[in-house]
């Protein structure tokens, strides 16, 4: 056993391809000279780590540039073709399943609608069969795959031991999921590696690493879509709470004893902004339409003028502004990201009106150094965020491939 404290010479390896695999990934091409004076590695644990890499084909050189004097330095990368990633969003409308390359380019895409209740089985052969889907679209076998993240609009209790993704259980209050053993369930289905996490934890990743959050050590990333939710980064780390249900921001309240919400409760944020709440109040909504459709309805009747329209939306972007200021007076951020579907469609026009009410509602030294913005990565941003989840396992790890893939590389 390996006292507590000191590394064995495995634990030094491994940390030595973690941080030159991290390092080409967020910041490559680059050469072994520059890799050794970015991450402090020595030139001989550089000549080492990248030749072990490069012969687990994890990364493969990509050109060259010229050096002073001496032979041209040859350029690494981490290796895009050399394995996949699967991204899933199970959202309030529907369940995307995208697969992607290592250098989260996204192949091929499946869309299915949810028509009805989120009944845990359907779902989950909806990823099943989006999976199969997008793996036939692109000609990528299975066996290629790191793993599977899926992004979920409820509070995940992580499971533990090798196969923790199996053991995921889902607590959705909003749609009647109460201890779903949803990783059991998918497993049944696949034998890929399993990582599940809450949706708006999948997009604060997306953001921090790929969008507007990037740079930024303290932020919230607001996931604004059917519901309501956040991501809370405190040091760079996405902030869990006790129990993982950290950045239930939807179900703050905005009105003691106010309308009903979808969880049980009265006055919550989600009951009033959120778009499912936003096209129920408003009296212009032609029945049966979807709600991207309502709510786009909703935005054309407030540009046009008409005033039932405009009120409910300068209503939602003060008590979002409001809301906002509570994230600015409790965390303190650097940043606040407004995304999701709905937050993208009525950003542009509801954010300057949300800047204006946070700074008469927050303190004022923490809201001028708080910056308030739109997610620059679209509308699905929660599935590239769910395939960061097994791309993270395979960077820490300093490129550990999952036995199937390992198996099929012999």
């Not at 990934?25 to 590695?41: C, D, I, K, N, W």
């Not at 040091?235 to 309240?253: L, Y």
Request: glycine content about 14%; proline content about 5%.
């Amino acid at each position: 056993m390996t006292p507590r404290g000191k590394q064995t010479v495995r634990d030094l390896r491994r940390s030595s391809r973690s941080t030159l695999l991290r390092h080409l990934y967020f910041h490559g091409p680059l050469s072994r000279q520059e890799l050794g004076t970015a991450t402090g590695l020595s030139a001989g644990s550089v000549s080492n780590v990248t030749g072990e890499l490069l012969t687990d084909g994890l990364i493969e050189e990509c050109g060259s540039v010229d050096s002073d004097g001496g032979r041209p330095r040859i350029l690494l990368r981490v290796a895009p073709g050399q394995a996949h990633l699967v991204g899933v969003d199970i959202g309030e409308t529907q369940v995307r399943v995208t697969l992607f390359d290592l250098a989260l380019t996204e192949l091929a895409s499946a869309d299915q609608p949810l028509l009805a209740a989120h009944d845990p089985e359907r779902v989950v052969r909806m990823i099943a069969g989006g999976l199969d889907q997008v793996l036939a679209t692109a000609g990528v076998p299975a066996e290629s795959v790191l793993g599977i993240g899926i992004g979920v609009p409820g509070i995940v209790e992580q499971g533990t031991g090798p196969d923790a993704g199996a053991g995921t259980v889902v607590h959705g209050q909003t749609f009647g999921w109460d201890a779903v053993p949803f990783g059991r369930m998918l497993r049944a289905h696949t034998p890929l590696p399993l990582h599940v996490d809450n949706g708006a934890k999948t997009l604060g990743q997306a953001e921090m690493w790929f969008g507007a959050g990037r740079g930024s050590r303290h932020a919230v990333v607001a996931l604004f879509g059917s519901g309501v939710g956040a991501c809370v980064i405190a040091d760079g780390t996405r902030f869990r709470g006790a129990t993982s249900s950290a950045g239930e921001w939807g179900h703050t309240k905005v009105h003691v004893g106010g309308r009903p919400c979808r969880c049980g409760s009265r006055g919550c944020l989600e009951a009033y902004v959120g778009a499912e709440a936003l096209v129920e109040r408003w009296d212009g909504t032609v029945a049966g339409t979807s709600e991207k459709a309502g709510l786009a309805a909703l935005l054309r009747a407030a540009e046009e003028g008409r005033p039932s329209a405009v009120a409910l939306l300068d209503e939602a972007a003060e008590l979002l502004g409001a809301s906002i200021a509570d994230l600015v007076n409790l965390f303190n951020p650097e940043r606040i990201v407004i995304g999701g579907w709905a937050g993208l469609l009525l950003g542009p026009r509801l954010l300057p009106a949300i800047d204006e009410a946070a700074t008469r509602y927050a303190l004022s030294y923490p809201r001028s150094r708080t910056t308030i913005t739109l997610s620059d990565l679209g509308p699905d941003a929660v599935t590239l965020g769910a395939a960061t989840l097994p791309l993270t396992h395979f960077l820490d790890s300093g490129g550990e491939v999952p036995d199937h893939l390992a198996a099929a590389a012999v």
